[in-house]
């Protein structure tokens, strides 16, 4: 039997409410290893309860989710590290329609993605171990229903300048166009970023901006506006808010809000709706016997 409940901070004090995050994080995090905060304050124009479908056929190790924005009702789906250097379209009914091959690409450990520009970003940046010098931020026109494979792709490589990180979730500032890491194991979560225009002939160097107040960051997603963002842990989501124009990388380091999450298996994976009606969640299959894409819809 699979128990799920709703992870938020009320009743408890910020201090309790991160340990209790880190705690479940920690754990979640130590149960996917055999695959070698501010004051917070609820959003209460979230609904609780998601609605959840079944993902059929089976989609054991989704590590990113972005909602189509040329395909209504489907998201991009990939998986990690061991996985064919491939995306999923699925249907918000947790129906898997295709399967769409990436030419050039390799699937060392991809661990999020973002739609910017009409362009599909994926990043091949998870690194358990510490030990990759280089990484890779892979990026192509988002694809059409009729498409099989995609045939042009281009790369971004980078390195951090205090050696290797273990990150699994990005994002673009859609002002700046600066790409922003967030690493996932370091006792806490650091934002590093590289810096727009990149270059697409020489190694790229991510610079680092500042520490979030929690750890074991697994994805990230910003709004269609552009002025939102949510930030993922195993054991909670975190809302940033834009104010006054503000960076990306500044807005990240202020105030946020806890916004409903029922615990997944080992949910590594978020994205806002193209529509900005809600949010979608998808879980690694872990030790569960089905996966199940969660809608969370805004009131």
């Not at 340990?19 to 149960?31: E, I, K, M, N």
């Not at 789906?77 to 061991?82: F, I, K, N, R």
């Not at 890491?181 to 806490?188: N, Q």
Request: charged share 20%.
């Amino acid at each position: 039997m699979q128990v799920f409940f709703v992870f938020t901070h009320k009743g408890f004090p910020m201090k309790t409410f991160l340990f209790l995050d880190f705690f479940f994080s920690l754990l979640l995090g130590l149960a996917g290893c055999g695959k070698t905060e501010e004051t917070i304050t609820p959003d209460l124009t979230q609904e609780v309860a998601p609605v959840k479908k079944p993902v059929v056929p089976l989609i054991s190790e989704a590590s990113g989710i972005a909602d189509s924005k040329t395909i209504p009702g489907h998201l991009w789906v990939q998986e990690d590290s061991g996985n064919p250097a491939q995306l999923y379209l699925l249907k918000h009914d947790g129906t898997v329609s295709k399967k769409v091959f990436i030419k050039g690409a390799r699937n060392r450990d991809w661990e999020d993605m973002a739609l910017h520009d009409g362009q599909v970003y994926l990043a091949d940046i998870g690194d358990n171990n510490r030990t990759v010098k280089e990484y890779f931020i892979y990026h192509f026109p988002e694809p059409s229903r009729a498409t099989d494979t995609v045939q042009n792709v281009s790369v971004i490589r980078f390195q951090y300048p205090d050696g290797s990180h273990d990150a699994e979730a990005f994002l673009i500032d859609p002002k700046t166009k600066d790409i922003l890491l967030f690493t996932k194991t370091d006792t806490l979560s650091r934002i590093y970023k590289i810096t727009h225009p990149f270059s697409s002939t020489s190694l790229n160097s991510a610079k680092l901006v500042g520490n979030l107040p929690y750890s074991y960051v697994v994805s990230a997603t910003l709004a269609p506006n552009g002025k939102e963002a949510l930030v993922k842990t195993y054991g909670a989501l975190y809302h940033y808010n834009q104010k006054a124009n503000e960076p990306l990388e500044e807005y990240l380091l202020k105030d946020f809000e806890t916004w409903p999450y029922s615990i997944e298996p080992q949910g590594e994976a978020v994205t806002f709706a193209a529509a900005d009606s809600g949010y979608f969640t998808l879980s690694e299959k872990g030790l569960a016997s089905a996966v199940n894409l969660y809608f969370y819809k805004k009131n």
